[in-house]
């Protein structure tokens, strides 16, 4: 048996964590988008220490983002462009 904690990709998000075991399956309630699976995915140092608990919906990863956001990250790059200039 081996000790370990559990926690949700908004709590992980800026750590950097050694071995990760990742459920990337359709949660019960709300949705998991693109946004949730980067941050859970890219917590640990490399691929090598990531585990999948379980399979998964390849589609998931097909999604395309949420509108949106999508407009969001378009205001933000116009803010960024006005800011240079």
Known sequence: MTAAYAFTDYRSQGQTIPYVIVDIAKPPTGKLN???LY???SRSS???TIRLLR???QQTL???HEPELME???RLEKLNIRTKK
């Open 34 to 36: 693109l946004f949730n």
């Open 72 to 74: 969001e990250d378009d």
């Open 46 to 48: 490399g691929r090598d």
């Open 39 to 41: 941050v859970a995915l």
């Open 62 to 64: 097909m999604a395309g």
């Open 55 to 57: 399979d998964f919906d």
